[in-house]
């Protein structure tokens, strides 16, 4: 069975600095996707940023990277130029490629922005 | 538009009552959700609907009843819910198929009281 597990129930950074969220998960399986999804307090859940795992190259999305290292089973999401807006739970999700509709979701890590 | 919207926000009932959650889209996604989401926890599905049939049920109590009247509304029926049903639920909406990343759009949830 597949897991997500992030290890961070919390994270702090100031304003304009550079946070990184970490993602393990553990699969069998070698195509997959991951994502990374906010959830802001009181506010609907948004996707981040996404990564296909046959593709070898890091995917980004203006202020937001990951560094997917598919050996290791690591998906970590790297914040740059912190703003308050960011601040939000932050979940890691696995889905396998074919044959399913499900995520497997992380437990979350709550990011809080220092002004 | 990328919206998914859900009525109402907010619903306080009591054990004994029927009410009713309704999601709906016009991204023409064939795929949609029903999850729960208790406070600090990530999102536990509980349906999926697969071009308006029920593809997922994970094991959900017979007292949450789902129906996709079309491709663009999604309902969920409550009848004797139990306080512990009190939580966050929330629709989202995706491409159908199971072969493509297909990411999912959440709602805002509706943030359900069982007294």
């Known amino acids: 069975a597949q897991t997500v597990t992030q290890s961070q129930p919390e994270m702090s950074v100031q304003e304009a600095e550079t946070v990184t969220l970490s993602c393990t998960y553990d699969?069998?399986?070698?195509?997959?996707?991951l994502f990374w999804y906010k959830q802001p307090p009181s506010r609907q859940m948004i996707l981040v940023i996404r990564q296909e795992a046959y593709k070898q190259q890091n995917a980004t999305e203006n202020r937001f990277s990951v560094n997917f290292q598919k050996a290791a089973k690591s998906f970590s999401l790297k914040i740059s130029d912190s703003q308050l807006g960011d601040a939000a739970m932050y979940f890691c999700a696995y889905r396998r490629r074919s044959g399913t509709y499900k995520y497997i979701f992380g437990t979350g890590t709550r990011l809080k922005v220092l002004a | 538009d990328t919206e998914v919207t859900q009525t109402p926000k907010h619903l306080v009932m009591g054990m004994t009552n029927k009410k009713s959650l309704k999601c709906e889209q016009h991204m023409g996604h064939r795929a949609m959700y029903w999850y729960k989401q208790k406070a600090k926890k990530p999102p536990e599905l509980m349906f999926v609907y697969s071009y308006e049939k029920l593809s997922i049920n994970e094991s959900v109590p017979s007292r949450f009843s789902p129906e996709c009247p079309n491709s663009s509304l999604l309902n969920l029926h409550l009848h004797a819910l139990q306080p512990e049903d009190s939580a966050l639920y929330l629709c989202?909406?995706?491409?159908?198929?199971?072969?493509?990343?297909?990411?999912?759009?959440f709602g805002p949830g509706t943030r359900l009281t069982v007294t």
């Open positions: 989202a909406s995706s491409q159908a198929g199971t072969s493509g990343s297909y990411e999912q759009y």
């Open positions: 699969t069998s399986e070698s195509d997959y996707y």
